[in-house]
């Protein structure tokens, strides 16, 4: 029988194509470029007002992208880490458009405990999975995930403030998307895209699973258009991964 296509004599080099994919081509802010463009080609960017909410904007260079692609767009930062707030203030300063919420959220309005890690970009409301990083394969990680602090900080509910119209939801917020969501019930109904950052394993204590926060995004008519893996564990286990969700039942008011 001939190899399909010969692919069999291929082998190898999809292999190299494959590991330069997973390694040295899948840009960080793929996932968001994705999202932009099908929202510019649907043609809703043109016709509501435009709120674009960052929900973990860590650095801001997520706001700097959104601003670049909607420069008129109205952009809600939301990042509690103390630690990072400077030089996401830097990064965004000659942006009138993008607003800073130095707050974390969540599905209660109040204060909760932040779990500050070693490389920053993972710190979260939830606290670190020792058991899952104290296994051989996650190793690697583990230094980088090292709770270096542990501090108080305001959360709210993203419903808390009546944002009219959004036109994207980015959520990264380190296991705590589903509380996120539990929170904006309201806003979720009048936002039309969703692109969250999702993982296969629970890496963080109580933290949801990839499936968990995609029925919650199911229930209030969200339809998955694309996805987008973002780490892969030995260039084999998808292990981190963003989703791009449209509302099906999204009406431009007029």
């Given at each position: 029988?001939?190899?399909l296509l010969g692919i069999r004599n291929r082998d190898p080099w999809m292999k190299i194509i494959l590991y330069l994919k997973d390694v040295y081509f899948t840009?960080?802010?793929e996932h968001l470029y994705r999202a932009a463009k099908f929202a510019k080609r649907s043609g809703i960017s043109k016709n509501t007002k435009s709120i674009i909410i960052d929900a973990g904007s860590y650095d801001g260079l997520s706001c700097l992208f959104f601003s670049s692609q909607f420069p008129n767009a109205s952009i809600k930062a939301f990042e509690p880490n103390p630690e990072i707030l400077e030089l996401i203030n830097k990064n965004i300063t000659k942006k009138p458009n993008i607003e800073l919420f130095p707050v974390?959220?969540?599905n209660v309005t109040g204060e909760s405990t932040f779990h500050i890690t070693q490389n920053q970009v993972s710190s979260s409301l939830l606290q670190v999975d020792a058991e899952f990083y104290a296994k051989k394969e996650n190793e690697t990680m583990s230094t980088q995930l090292k709770?270096?602090?542990?501090?108080?900080?305001p959360t709210k509910r993203l419903d808390d403030y009546n944002f009219e119209e959004v036109l994207l939801l980015k959520m990264d917020t380190q296991g705590n998307e589903l509380n996120l969501i539990n929170g904006a019930q309201e806003t979720l109904k009048k936002t039309y895209m969703v692109v969250t950052e999702m993982a296969g394993s629970a890496s963080y204590?109580?933290?949801c699973h990839y499936f968990e926060t995609d029925e919650a995004l199911r229930k209030l008519g969200f339809e998955a258009v694309d996805w987008i893996v973002a780490y892969r564990r030995?260039?084999?286990i998808?292990?981190?991964f963003?989703?791009?969700y449209v509302n099906s039942n999204f009406k431009v008011s007029n």
């Open positions: 029988m001939k190899n840009p960080p802010f974390a959220l969540s709770v270096t602090q542990e501090i108080k900080v204590e109580g933290s030995a260039g084999i998808a292990l981190e963003d989703m791009i």
